[in-house]
């Protein structure tokens, strides 16, 4: 079986890669620029024009989208809602027998322009002739480290203490993807969440521990439907099965030393 990954040099692309080798699938990886890798056939595309798209999809059996143009205006709907129409009809017209697209926990509650496209690209999936599945995945704890990182540039560490997050280990979703392309199409939305839902000022208190620093939490509470949304749950599932790595396990590697929980 002959699988196409979409946005294969990212972060959930490289965890992806070996697992589909690993379960005997035979792998074709998109990426924009020229790649070289015995162990995976790489391919040049550009979702956003479309070009190499046709000779990508040719003869494999399934789609694996995970290629995303995060928070970059009109780049972003190209890449993300047109590309990904692209790709759907060039898979159709290729035969392919199944497409898994991972999206985003919360991109249906959640008022951020971004989440906006990932809802309109699951929109065209559902709507293709190809049969699908969609996955969506809670944060994962990098983006929240590197959120956290930012918010603390001034000294304290700024944010809604309300406001919920699950994160979830980018190697589990991984996982779970190969999981969900093996089974072959939900015709439907799973949700994926990590073990744990944390208030904002649960997961501060954690990372300062974790960094050994004493950086006070400046409490901003986020105004209007986005802070509701965000601190009603919007970014968090009660789907199960859930991942089992924690955001306390994530900053003991990260940083060293026990983390708080």
Do not use: C
Not at 156 to 170: K, Y
Not at 223 to 240: D, F, N
Request: glycine share 10%; aromatic share 4%.
């Amino acid at each position: 079986m002959r699988v196409l990954v979409t946005g294969a040099g990212g972060r959930l692309g490289r965890m992806v890669l070996p697992r589909l080798r690993g379960e005997g699938w035979t792998v074709r990886a998109t990426s924009r620029r020229a790649r070289t890798d015995p162990s995976v056939e790489w391919v040049v595309v550009d979702l956003a024009t479309g070009e190499g798209l046709a000779e990508a999809v040719a003869d494999v059996d399934a789609v694996l989208h995970l290629a995303s143009s995060p928070n970059r205006g009109r780049q972003t709907h190209r890449v993300d809602v047109l590309g990904t129409r692209r790709l759907v009809v060039a898979a159709g017209q290729a035969g392919v027998r199944h497409l898994v697209y991972v999206s985003i926990v919360g991109v249906d509650r959640v008022p951020i322009p971004y989440y906006r496209h990932k809802l309109a690209a699951e929109q065209v999936v559902a709507a293709g002739p190809v049969p699908w599945t969609v996955l969506r995945a809670t944060q994962f704890p990098e983006f929240l480290d590197d959120m956290l990182r930012g918010a603390s540039r001034l000294g304290p560490v700024l944010g809604d203490p309300a406001v919920l997050a699950q994160p979830v280990d980018p190697a589990e979703v991984a996982e779970r993807l190969v999981r969900r392309l093996t089974a072959g199409p939900l015709h439907g939305i799973e949700e994926y969440g990590g073990p744990e839902v944390l208030r904002y000022d649960a997961a501060v208190r954690a990372w300062n521990a974790a960094r050994r620093s004493r950086r006070p939490l400046l409490p901003v509470r986020i105004p209007g439907k986005l802070g509701r949304a965000l601190r009603s749950g919007g970014l968090v599932t009660e789907a199960t099965p859930t991942g089992a790595r924690t955001w306390a396990d994530h900053l003991v590697d990260t940083y060293g030393g026990t983390a708080a929980r």
